[in-house]
């Protein structure tokens, strides 16, 4: 198997802006006439997402989009499957909450458990797979499924398609009735907005920022808007791909508890700010405070490195999968610094072989 570096620069390179427009690689076709049609008559006021990994990682992208949009629709997201301790006991119960378990393998343990658990609702509970063991549960329980059908997919790195498992659900999510607007113009345009958004200054800030970044703690800042979609899945990418340890935080609340780690620092540390230019006064000047504390030509900022990222796209969906770009081409450049072996301590640590880079061997060898 091509190592995960190469499979990722070619992803970069030739897949990432294409997959916007693979909008139809899915199917509906196993989800119940009834459910459609509560569907479709507007019953579903709330969306409660359940996941793990790069299958629930979308549903944030999801939910921040919809807040962005100001829709009427709320969505939540949890990534487990002890939900009365994540979700309002309220919000799970109501009839007017679909909830949808999602689970690319179909293998992970955690959507399966939250199936069981979940069988008094299972007639307003959609399952969002290829298959595997959740999606024979749904067929075997009468279960709603929808189905990923992806051409082209990176089995043990699907984190690689979530701009198309993103574009997939704009347009499903239209053809469910969750949607009144037709936003797949908007998103399938990226594949061409993209091109420019994400400048060659953009890609030089990249590459210097991994290199600041080599054997560094990195850390990254960022609003409510950008912490629980773009920074999570930032942070996956810099685990998975680049294998190297990073850090999320809401920018406020670094500022009144974290930041003293960095008051004179043993190791290196990178600190990545994402700005936003909907801040309001307030926080800019705070932001503009914080990176002159920690840039000062100072000894004890000898260690400390900072990145500022403008979020300055016109549109969200623009300055989101910009941002994104620039985080994976930080991350191939990173990753190359480093050249771990992966260990396929992921698939081992949650139990899901699906993922194992012998069990992918092993079925193409098979094949």
Not at 22 to 30: H, P, W
Not at 115 to 141: C, I, K, N, Q, Y
Not at 182 to 200: K, M, N, Q, W
Not at 253 to 274: G, I, Q
């Amino acid at each position: 198997m091509r190592s995960r570096l190469e499979r990722y620069q070619e992803f970069l390179e030739q897949e990432y802006h294409a997959g916007f427009t693979k909008f139809d690689e899915y199917d509906i076709s196993g989800i119940s006439s009834d459910l459609l049609k509560r569907l479709k008559n507007g019953h579903f006021t709330r969306v409660v997402f359940s996941g793990m990994g790069c299958s629930a990682i979308v549903s944030d992208v999801i939910k921040v989009f919809f807040d962005a949009i100001r829709s009427e629709l709320e969505v939540y997201v949890f990534n487990d499957y002890d939900f009365e301790y994540l979700v309002p006991r309220a919000v799970i119960e109501d009839e007017r909450t679909l909830i949808i378990l999602s689970s690319y393998s179909g293998y992970s343990n955690e959507p399966v458990h939250a199936f069981h658990a979940l069988r008094p609702l299972h007639d307003r509970v959609l399952l969002l797979t290829s298959g595997g063991r959740l999606g024979e549960l749904g067929e075997e329980h009468g279960v709603s499924i929808a189905r990923w059908t992806l051409s082209k997919p990176d089995r043990e790195y699907p984190l690689f398609h979530v701009g198309q498992y993103f574009s997939i659900l704009m347009d499903m999510f239209l053809q469910l009735g969750l949607l009144d607007k037709d936003y797949g113009p908007e998103v399938r345009a990226l594949a061409e907005h993209l091109r420019s958004d994400f400048t060659p200054e953009l890609r030089a800030l990249a590459a210097d920022a991994a290199a600041r970044s080599e054997n560094a703690n990195v850390i990254m800042l960022g609003s409510p808007k950008w912490h629980e979609s773009l920074l999570k899945l930032a942070k996956m990418h810099f685990n998975e791909i680049a294998m190297v340890p990073a850090t999320r935080n809401f920018f406020h609340e670094f500022c009144h508890s974290e930041v003293a780690t960095l008051t004179d620092p043993e190791r290196r540390h990178s600190v990545l700010v994402f700005a936003d230019p909907e801040e309001d006064d307030y926080t800019r000047a705070k932001r503009r405070n914080l990176v002159a504390l920690l840039t000062a030509p100072i000894p004890q900022n000898a260690k400390v490195t900072v990145t500022e990222i403008e979020l300055d796209q016109p549109t969200f969906l623009r300055q989101y999968f910009t941002a994104l770009e620039f985080v994976q081409y930080l991350t191939l450049d990173l990753g190359r610094a480093r050249e771990t072996k992966s260990r396929n301590l992921i698939s081992e640590a949650a139990g899901n072989p699906w993922y194992h880079g012998s069990t992918i061997a092993a079925e193409k060898e098979g094949s």
